[in-house]
C-alpha cells in the first residue's frame, strides 16, 4: 500500500521561497501520477499541480503558474513543489496525491482531486507578514 508523507511547510513572509517534498513508502511511485493540492481555511481542496509517471508533463492552476515548480525524482522516491514569490493566498495545508497510471497515458496528469487513490495527511504552509 502506498503512503505519502509531506514535508516543508513553513510560516514565511511574502515573496519568500519553500520547497514542499513528498515522500513514498510501501510502493514505487514509478507506477504513478503525482498532484499537489491545497486547502485554504473555509474553502474546498483545490489543486495546484501535477506531473505525469514519466515526468515529462506537468500542469498548474492559473494561481500558482510561473511561481510553482513540480518535479520528481523516482530514484528517491519523492516529488518536490518549489513554491516561488510566494504571496498571502498561498496559504494552505498542501496535500499530495497519487493516481496509478495506465498503459497509455504515461505523459499525462490532471488535477482532478477525484481521481487520485492516495493522499498524504498535509503540510502546512503560512504566508504573513
Known amino acids: 500500500q502506498l503512503q505519502l508523507v509531506e514535508s516543508g511547510g513553513d510560516l514565511v513572509q511574502p515573496g519568500w521561497s519553500l520547497r514542499l517534498s513528498c515522500a513514498a513508502s510501501?510502493?514505487?511511485?514509478?507506477?504513478?501520477?503525482i498532484g499537489w493540492f491545497r486547502q485554504a481555511p473555509g474553502k474546498e481542496r483545490e489543486g495546484a499541480s501535477c506531473?505525469?509517471?514519466?515526468?515529462?508533463?506537468?500542469n498548474y492552476a492559473d494561481s500558482v503558474k510561473g511561481r510553482f515548480t513540480i518535479s520528481r525524482d523516482n530514484a528517491k522516491n519523492t516529488v518536490y513543489l518549489q513554491m516561488n514569490s510566494l504571496k498571502a493566498e498561498d496559504t494552505a495545508v498542501y496535500y499530495c496525491?497519487?493516481?496509478?497510471?495506465?498503459?497509455?497515458?504515461?505523459?499525462?496528469?490532471?488535477?482532478?482531486?477525484?481521481?487520485?487513490?492516495?493522499w498524504g495527511q498535509g503540510t502546512q504552509v503560512t504566508v504573513s507578514s
Open positions: 506531473i505525469s509517471l514519466t515526468g515529462s508533463s506537468t
Open positions: 510501501g510502493d514505487t511511485l514509478d507506477y504513478y501520477a
Open positions: 496525491a497519487a493516481v496509478m497510471t495506465p498503459p497509455g497515458v504515461e505523459d499525462m496528469c490532471v488535477m482532478t482531486k477525484s481521481l487520485y487513490d492516495y
